[in-house]
């Protein structure tokens, strides 16, 4: 018996170097849905930068039971009344490609975006089209240049098509710098990257100084600005950098449907770019083939749902608030965030720290980057924040 569980726990430290094994993400690892191995520490935690490392929970503790699920910056009040209305009653068609469905989302998404429906590509969510983006551009070699801590998805399945990752550390501020981002541009680059808000850190980049660097860096390289955490800000809308496109400047914008919309496992996001840009993409992928029937009706519905929208993003800012509250009584100094995540350094070894978290029903995240340890929590809903931090207090304190 005991043989029996050495070897499943080795079989499952294995697995995690696989795409398949990557799958068990995000339970293990920052980005959603990779598609190239992990590269492991000697202590089997995720390595991404010489700076940047992800502590992993213990193979045996991949899917916990958890009271509090905070580890993915999930929605927690989603999908919306309309969404789900409108996926119920779009089921009986499940049978059936949702081409002309798809169509007519597009159009819409085009509308609210100000661009034609030409610009628009379709995705099971965005991080699928991150990942697509990083395979077309990458597959001859190159170098992608983002901040460094960053959303890893694109970074690591660029990596694996033979990439070189060149990352630029946030300032001080802990905006992008994007001075030494441009610098770092070369011949080889072919893509920068940059996550607007921030994932991990759920910070800000000035607007006009993003949109003075992607209107002129894109005239050299393709700017791809991931601003999936866009719409947890009063005014997002005015904060994106999607207006370039009617500039004819090369820039991809992605946005998701899993965030504000709170539909996740829906799984409907899109790109935002030129129509030449997109015509390298619909190469190897036919974009929103991988969206289910019902789903693009409930993108349909959850654009509409102005009041579930409102209130996701008030309700996100309530628990926030809660949390600054929490962790200032309690003595930690966190990052003030414009998502719906937060993070703060912690005095524990990062998987100490996540294995006494789960004991208490409690799942969040763990890094190391900026010569700390951090704690990562996802905003969920008032009574999940209260266990959060009576399992911090009882942790840490």
């Known amino acids: 018996m005991g043989t029996t569980n050495i070897n499943r726990r080795d079989w499952l430290r294995k697995s995690m170097l696989t795409a398949g094994g990557a799958m068990a993400l995000p339970y293990i690892g920052l980005a959603e849905t990779p598609r190239a191995p992990l590269q492991l520490d000697t202590n089997g935690n995720a390595v991404y930068s010489p700076f940047f490392k992800e502590f992993l929970p213990k193979p045996d503790s991949l899917f916990p039971d958890l009271a509090a699920k905070l580890n993915a910056n999930e929605n927690p009040y989603g999908p919306s009344p309309m969404a789900l209305e409108a996926f119920k009653n779009a089921a009986p068609g499940g049978n059936?490609?949702?081409w002309k469905e798809l169509f007519q989302l597009m159009d819409k998404i085009a509308d609210f975006e100000g661009v034609e429906s030409k610009n628009i590509m379709m995705g099971p969510g965005s991080s699928d089209l991150l990942e697509k983006t990083a395979m077309v551009l990458f597959m001859n070699g190159g170098n992608v240049v983002s901040a460094d801590p960053a959303y890893m998805s694109l970074i690591r399945v660029a990596e694996s098509v033979g990439a070189t990752w060149k990352p630029v550390p946030l300032k001080d501020d802990w905006s992008h710098d994007l001075k030494a981002m441009e610098e770092a541009v070369d011949s080889e680059t072919k893509l920068v990257y940059i996550c607007n808000p921030n994932n991990p850190t759920g910070?800000?980049?000035?607007?006009?100084?993003?949109?003075?660097?992607?209107?002129?860096?894109?005239?050299?390289?393709?700017?791809?600005?991931?601003?999936?955490?866009?719409?947890?800000?009063?005014?997002?809308a005015k904060k994106s950098m999607v207006s370039l496109i009617n500039e004819g400047k090369d820039v991809i914008i992605a946005r998701t449907f899993s965030k504000i919309h709170g539909m996740a496992g829906l799984r409907v996001g899109y790109i935002v770019a030129q129509e030449s840009t997109l015509a390298k993409l619909q190469n190897i992928t036919r974009?929103?083939?991988?969206?289910?029937?019902?789903?693009?009706?409930?993108?349909?519905?959850?654009?509409?749902d102005a009041a579930f929208i409102d209130q996701s993003r008030s309700l996100n800012a309530e628990c926030r608030e809660y949390v600054y509250q929490s962790l200032d009584q309690m003595g930690f100094n966190y990052v003030p965030s414009h998502t719906s995540f937060l993070i703060f350094p912690i005095e524990m070894d990062g998987n100490a720290f996540l294995d006494k978290m789960t004991q208490l029903k409690v799942g969040v995240r763990a890094f190391e980057f900026m010569d700390k340890t951090w704690c990562r929590v996802s905003m969920g809903t008032m009574d999940e924040m209260k266990l959060f931090t009576a399992a911090i207090n009882k942790v840490l304190v």
């Open 96 to 98: 059936r490609y949702a």
């Open 203 to 236: 910070t800000m980049t000035d607007h006009e100084e993003l949109v003075d660097f992607c209107s002129r860096v894109s005239e050299k390289v393709p700017v791809f600005v991931d601003e999936a955490y866009l719409w947890f800000l009063d005014e997002g």
């Open 287 to 304: 974009g929103g083939m991988g969206i289910s029937y019902p789903s693009v009706y409930a993108a349909m519905a959850a654009m509409d």
